[in-house]
């Protein structure tokens, strides 16, 4: 038997945390997003503690077990190297750059909005565009019948990043426009990158729109939702973003509060002290 059970939620846990109850195993519950799933609402009359990453999520939890600690995250996505990378993708120094992130998968939505606008968007930035290995070849092709090529004139297409690529491109990047998914939320905060953040549509219990609606509401994020991903307003959006250093500078700092750096240490040692209890 376990001395303990940490849970995650999704339907899988439930059978597993209500096992762990039933044998008095104590189990503590993480909800990585800003709206709680069906899940883990149910299991929290189960948990001896409850850990959340966004204050919204602590209305659906009992307050006197439940913690606001964060979402925990790899290391190596922060203190990148931009001028090895700028070097390595021969880079203009000074010159912006934009990192666009699709998802583990990569986002077609995305990549189709990206390359329509490459040639108006490199004539003012740098753009480091993860495409996801589906849609690599794709993305190519399209950006090459643009007139764009990767690897010159400032863009680079990549299909998927390691953890030392994306660390590096997280430093060197001015802004990012990505997915809004709660691993890279607290990724992009953990570097303090003002985000255009585009919401999966049909994302479970719609917590993609509603993590990135919890960030534009304090000013740290800018939200477009798939229909509005046309050119004038992406392209619109950037520059009002990289156009002015006061708002930037806000967004920065706003985004950056979303970072707990010692959150896996948090939810680590509070899983050790259920089980020693």
Do not use: C
């Amino acid at each position: 038997m376990p001395d303990a059970v940490f849970s995650k939620g999704g339907y899988v846990a439930i059978p597993v945390v209500l096992a762990a109850w039933v044998y008095r195993i104590p189990v503590m519950i993480h909800e990585s997003d800003s709206i709680p799933g069906t899940a883990n609402r149910f299991l929290s009359k189960f948990a001896r503690r409850i850990a959340i990453a966004y204050p919204s999520a602590g209305e659906y939890f009992p307050k006197e077990k439940t913690a606001l600690i964060g979402n925990p995250i790899r290391f190596q996505v922060t203190d990148g190297d931009p001028v090895m990378l700028r070097n390595q993708l021969n880079f203009t120094e000074g010159k912006k750059t934009v990192l666009v992130l699709g998802g583990s998968q990569g986002s077609k939505v995305i990549n189709d909005a990206i390359v329509k606008i490459l040639p108006k968007l490199l004539q003012r930035y740098q753009v480091i565009h993860q495409t996801g290995e589906a849609n690599f070849a794709e993305v190519k092709s399209n950006a090459a019948y643009m007139g764009v090529k990767s690897g010159r004139g400032g863009y680079f297409a990549v299909p998927f990043m390691n953890s030392n690529q994306i660390r590096d491109s997280f430093a060197l990047a001015d802004l990012v426009i990505s997915r809004a998914g709660a691993t890279f939320i607290t990724e992009i905060a953990a570097n303090a990158k003002p985000a255009i953040l585009v919401p999966i549509a049909e994302s479970a219990n719609d917590h993609q729109r509603m993590n990135a609606y919890s960030l534009a509401k304090i000013g740290a994020a800018i939200v477009l939702e798939e229909p509005n991903l046309v050119e004038n307003i992406l392209i619109d959006k950037v520059d009002y973003i990289l156009g002015d250093n006061d708002l930037y500078q806000a967004m920065s700092e706003k985004i950056k509060t979303f970072y707990h750096p010692n959150a896996a240490e948090v939810v680590a040692n509070a899983v050790i002290e259920i089980a020693k209890s």
